[in-house]
């Protein structure tokens, strides 16, 4: 079912036309996905949809019955309740219910009533239907759902009763969030839903929105997350909106076969066109073959050229370089306490860095991370423990919130200022190179953009020659174009890391080691993110295996031989019921697989892309449960050869 169908729309600002032609279709269930640079018109192509702005041209098609929830960046709850009467007033209908049900239940309980059966028949069948109702809405699961999403977002119990006043912004465009995922319209449009999320709630909502039951239109530049969300991908480029099948990933491999593909047609065609073009000049003179020349000439003008295929978008251009190399020792940390006079924050904290370590600093928010950089860095002063540079260490640090990027300068003259001794020409060099060009440079810098601001603080670190860069959470504002040449850049840059980071993908590409801080302390793992994960499960698994094994051997001491015996005899039966339970799912698992490549081998589906891209998918997922069904299998076949 389509839940949503954008036809032929056009928008424009002034002379600046944003959207052209743009068509989009989302059916119930589907996961989709707006990406494009900084500007190209994505939250507005968000907003026209959700009815908070108007459009030129076209039409947009919405379903009477469809229910539309629209997130959009930067938004927060603003409300004089609480937490979690904000969140029951999403609610107040099955409330309503519920009181007359309780009603209805003290009617019948009425002596006058209970005694006449007429009465009571009529009662009962009213309250049976309304407690039907009631269930089908969620009645009996509204008060678990709601607890069960406020702990994703990272609010507890404790925290219902708070004032939605007394929160932080980022707590209150998590609290939107939550109430919005709640509300559970048919189609979910997100703009920017992991701004302010750490790693952990991140996780959560990824799990979340898979199994979502509506349809999801989102914004996102956390590219992890749209690999692991989005089935579809719709590119906004020059105006115009392409649709690409698959993940982010998906779209990327896509988008440079595609260009590929179209280069070498439109090379050919052009080396075809000069021929005829050679063929023309050498023979319309001549008496002999005026005619072919002239019949060629024609082709020539009747033929629809192709276009030069549309490349990247104008990228920045920069690296990170070295003024002059630091010792082999950057950084020693000893049982350091970081905070506020009045307050304490993180401590217990241990970090060593040597040259060029590249360490990702992780943890829940609030737990100390940008307090321990900004600690590092010097900005704010230790309560407690030891900080020791190591020689010839220079530091270049990046605030997430620019907070030393609000004067009324303008953009040269930021630069310009800090390198009095560069000339206009090589500063206005280093700008294009971050995108600042023409009337860019004019702007100032109190008025540009988060992004914009991003680009700028990138510009002077890398002015700076650091062979130290401690880094705040550096890709928020960039688009994913500007993440994947900043990452580049990070990977050539022969210094030392510091970052903190929301941002799984980069910390994959950048990080050598990760470092997870807590409230007590700080623990290091050897590698990327994904090896920080896995060694955080292993861990976890150790653990409970550890607590296992301790509960198992004091029933051990305490059980006879006889005992023993008799669970192992009943042990070994319940195996062999889960082995031939096994077996069975695997021998239809099995009939799928076939069912399913026998599918791809016809060539009616093969020649549908998006039928036998589902097909395969599908496929995908059988065997996945197949192998782990025989993981399961052959751990019990073990455990039952040791009985």
Known sequence: MIVLQVNQLYKSFITDEILSG??????HRDRVALVGRNGAGKSTLLKIIAGQMSYDSGE?????????????????????LSMWDEMMTIFVGLQQMEKKLRALEQQMAEPDVYENPEAYAKLM?????LQHDFKEAGGYQFEADTRSVLHGMQFYPEDYAKPIRSLSGGQRTRLALAKLLLSKPDLLILDEPTNHLDIETLAWLENYLKGYAGAILI???????????VSIVYEVSRTRVTKYVGNY??????KAKNYERDMKLYERQQDEKAKMEAFIQKNIARASTTK??????KMLERTEWMDAPDGDEKSASFGFSIEKQSGNDVLAVDALTVGYPNKEISRNIQLRLFREDRVALVGPNGVGKSTLLKTVVQDLQQLAGDIRYGTNVQIGYYDQEQAKLNSNKTVLQELWDEWPLMNEKDIRTVLGRFLFSGDDVGKSVNSL?????ARLALAKLMMQKSNFLVLDEPTNHLDLDSKEILENALIDYPGTLLFV???????????TKVVELAQDGSFEYLGDYDYYVEKKQELADLAAMKESSLVEAAIVTKASTSTIDKDAKKRERQIRRQLEDIEGQMTTLDEQIVALEEQLCDPAIFADHEKALKIQNELDSVKESHETLEMEWLELSEELESL
């Open 22 to 27: 743009v068509k989009l279709e989302v059916q």
């Open 60 to 80: 947009i098609i919405i379903p009477k019955d469809i229910k539309i929830g629209y997130l959009e960046q930067h938004a927060g709850l603003d409300s004089e």
């Open 125 to 129: 069948a009213e309250y049976d239907q």
């Open 219 to 229: 914004v996102s530049h956390d590219r992890y997350f749209l690999d692991q969300v």
């Open 249 to 254: 990933s998906a779209y990327l491999d896509d």
């Open 292 to 297: 072919m020349a002239q019949s060629r000439r």
């Open 449 to 453: 953009s988060g992004g914009e601001k």
């Open 501 to 511: 980071s929301h941002d799984r993908y980069f910390i994959n590409r950048i990080a």
